[in-house]
Nanobody, 124 residues
Framework: QVQLVESGGGLVQAGGSLRLSCAAS????????MGWFRQAPGEEREFVVY????????YYADSVKGRFTISRDNAKNTVYLQMNSLKPEDTAVYYC?????????????????WGQGTQVTVSS
């Protein structure tokens, strides 16, 4: 079973940038669709973006389109989330997730493996 470990969260001022990383264990990383989700206090966990196995296909939530960029390095078993022009409403715990079946979907229940999350706080 793959394990996911996120890193790179922190405190940043509005307009700033952060780069999250998610390192995966195991040898099948390149067969997984990878997604990023986030959960703000008192809110449901929401979809942010996914990236296909090869990295050629991506899909972003409207709220982050044009500001966030997902990428992956299959040789390093790592997926990244570059977050620019951050806003206070981006404050949340960010989770990476893996879909072993490689589907291209944004629904939470499609993803069968989750990381522990990393906190992102954007101050105004």
């Amino acid at each position: 079973q793959v394990q996911l470990v996120e890193s790179g969260g922190g405190l940043v001022q509005a307009g700033g940038s952060l780069r999250l990383s998610c390192a995966a264990s195991g040898r099948s990383f390149s067969t997984y669709t990878m997604g990023w989700f986030r959960q703000a206090p008192g809110e449901e966990r929401e979809f942010v973006v996914y990236i296909s196995r090869s990295g050629r296909a991506t899909y972003y939530a409207d709220s982050v389109k044009g500001r966030f960029t997902i990428s992956r390095d299959n040789a390093k078993n790592t997926v990244y989330l570059q977050m620019n022009s951050l806003k206070p409403e981006d404050t949340a715990v960010y989770y990476c997730a893996a879909d072993r079946l490689g589907r291209l979907r944004g629904e939470k229940n499609v993803y069968d493996t989750w990381g522990q999350g990393t906190q992102v706080t954007v101050s105004s």
